[in-house]
């Protein structure tokens, strides 16, 4: 997103890019992909091989590098998910741009990828800066909303230390937190997929990051369970097969 940027929504060439007519293709390749990649063919050549079979764009090759993964892959982290309203007391770990980007993609009309595992991720970019939005606000609210009815506790988010301004969104998250009394520690991390992932034996990971979905024990989609609690109606692109 560059400086001027006031939106995380959609991008200009997104409308034609992920259209009904280009969806049986994209839902082909990302079977394709899911084949080889459960063939221990190397996700880099895969993808390449297969977006050249099916001559994609840069754009559907990042939408199939982050929604695809293997059957075994899939059916493992299906096994491991809870829903959004199943907290019951539980410890949540909260990968924090990983489910702000997504709720603020989605209020802005950004394209939301439900990917083979069924997860909810998006296709902004930070590019190793995190910039305040216009739907930042409303997305931490509906996150919190849903955390709260959920009934998780307690609840920690771990923000990317090595990206620019990290302190500011922990800082947001905070101020956030204290106004709606909300329990929340928030803290920065080098490597917060490392942290979420030690914590997650005892604690369910919010995330849909593929690392840290085959490494922890339990997870939710916590984008998918605020927004779908919401008066929101986002532009879901299904790549799973009908």
């Given at each position: 997103?560059?400086?001027?940027?006031k939106?995380?929504?959609?991008h200009?060439?997104?409308?034609?890019l992920?259209?009904?007519?280009?969806?049986?293709?994209?839902?082909?390749?990302?079977?394709?992909?899911?084949?080889?990649?459960?063939?221990?063919?190397?996700?880099?050549?895969?993808?390449?091989?297969?977006?050249?079979?099916?001559?994609?764009?840069?754009?559907?090759?990042?939408?199939l590098?982050?929604?695809?993964?293997?059957?075994?892959q899939?059916?493992?982290?299906?096994?491991r998910r809870?829903?959004?309203?199943?907290?019951?007391?539980?410890?949540?770990?909260?990968?924090a741009?990983?489910?702000?980007?997504?709720?603020?993609?989605?209020?802005a009309g950004?394209?939301?990828?439900?990917?083979?595992?069924?997860?909810?991720?998006?296709?902004?970019?930070?590019?190793g800066?995190?910039?305040?939005?216009?739907?930042?606000?409303?997305?931490?609210?509906?996150?919190?909303?849903?955390?709260?009815?959920?009934?998780?506790?307690?609840?920690?988010?771990?923000?990317?230390r090595?990206?620019s301004?990290?302190?500011?969104l922990?800082?947001?998250?905070?101020?956030?937190?204290?106004?709606?009394?909300?329990?929340?520690e928030?803290?920065?991390?080098?490597?917060?997929?490392?942290?979420?992932?030690?914590?997650?034996?005892?604690?369910?990971?919010?995330?849909?990051?593929?690392?840290?979905?085959?490494?922890?024990?339990?997870?939710?989609?916590?984008?998918?369970?605020?927004?779908?609690g919401?008066?929101?109606?986002?532009?879901?692109?299904?790549?799973?097969?009908?």
């Amino acid at each position: 997103m560059s400086p001027s940027q006031k939106h995380r929504g959609r991008h200009p060439a997104d409308s034609e890019l992920f259209d009904e007519s280009a969806l049986a293709e994209l839902r082909a390749a990302a079977g394709d992909l899911a084949w080889l990649l459960g063939r221990s063919y190397q996700e880099r050549s895969a993808l390449k091989l297969v977006g050249d079979r099916y001559q994609l764009r840069g754009r559907q090759r990042e939408a199939l590098s982050r929604a695809a993964a293997s059957d075994a892959q899939v059916a493992e982290r299906r096994g491991r998910r809870i829903e959004a309203v199943d907290g019951g007391g539980r410890p949540l770990v909260v990968d924090a741009l990983n489910c702000l980007i997504t709720v603020e993609a989605a209020i802005a009309g950004g394209l939301i990828l439900v990917g083979l595992d069924g997860a909810w991720r998006d296709l902004a970019s930070v590019h190793g800066t995190w910039r305040r939005v216009a739907e930042t606000d409303k997305a931490i609210e509906l996150l919190g909303a849903s955390i709260a009815a959920a009934k998780f506790s307690p609840v920690t988010w771990f923000v990317d230390r090595p990206v620019s301004n990290s302190g500011r969104l922990a800082a947001r998250l905070r101020d956030r937190a204290a106004e709606r009394g909300w329990v929340w520690e928030v803290e920065t991390a080098m490597s917060p997929d490392r942290e979420i992932v030690a914590a997650a034996p005892a604690a369910i990971a919010a995330t849909s990051d593929s690392w840290i979905l085959d490494n922890c024990s339990a997870w939710v989609d916590l984008p998918h369970g605020a927004i779908g609690g919401s008066d929101i109606e986002p532009w879901i692109v299904d790549l799973r097969s009908l």
